[in-house]
């Protein structure tokens, strides 16, 4: 599902880059709505569909994540061409994982996270074009319903740093795109705690009001 949503949302990137005219496209709304969906595991070159596996956060577990993630955004701090968001971010996401490093796909384990995270995000508008660049940085509290043998499930902490850009569709309607790391770990209140780290892409869409 991941592909399809990553390649409509290249082709209205064409679209509306063949139309565009310098507008200085920057959010005007001070109050946004948002939901994106992607894929969360170890490698780089699954992640974006290549045939290798490519650059890796750990290749001792494997831990795949489908994200659906709720976001609200407000205007923190405005200039000309930047600002500072709040951004909080719902979510319930589903999982598969090897509970072993030696575990084999048909030992996999099914199971589900929900959580919200809080955060703030810092974004550069890019004035000759319909289309602004963002990172964002943020925390806040998960629970997994089952995570590989070096991490206890249960209560978690989801820290996430995001590189992405928002694309003006029309009006107040905006595509997102957006590629990070995120860690999960309980802040050594329960062992094991080593933590899983996952690569991500997540696609949506963005609306201001």
């Avoid at 949302?9 to 880059?17: D, E, H, N, Q």
């Avoid at 709304?29 to 956060?57: A, D, E, P, W």
């Avoid at 509970?99 to 796909?105: F, G, K, L």
């Amino acid at each position: 599902m991941h592909k399809k949503l990553l390649v409509l949302v290249l082709g209205l990137t064409a679209i509306a880059l063949k139309s565009a005219h310098a507008q200085g496209d920057g959010f005007i709304q001070k109050n946004r709505l948002g939901f994106v969906t992607g894929i969360g595991n170890q490698y780089l070159g699954q992640l974006v569909g290549g045939g290798s596996k490519g650059f890796n956060v750990a290749n001792n577990y494997y831990y795949h994540v489908t994200f659906y993630e709720l976001e609200y955004y407000r205007t923190l701090k405005k200039k000309r061409s930047t600002e500072w968001d709040i951004l909080v971010q719902p979510q319930y996401n589903t999982n598969r994982y090897g509970m072993y490093p030696t575990s084999v796909s048909a030992d996999f384990l099914s199971g589900y996270e929900y959580g919200i995270n809080l955060g703030l995000l810092y974004r550069k508008n890019l004035t000759s074009l319909p289309l602004n660049v963002y990172a964002s940085l943020s925390t806040g509290p998960h629970y997994a319903s089952g995570t590989p043998h070096r991490q206890m499930s249960g209560f978690l902490f989801s820290d996430n740093l995001f590189a992405g850009a928002n694309l003006k569709l029309y009006r107040n309607i905006y595509a997102d795109v957006r590629l990070g790391l995120r860690h999960m770990s309980n802040a050594g209140t329960r062992l094991p705690n080593a933590g899983v780290n996952t690569l991500a892409l997540k696609e949506g869409f963005v609306v201001g009001f």
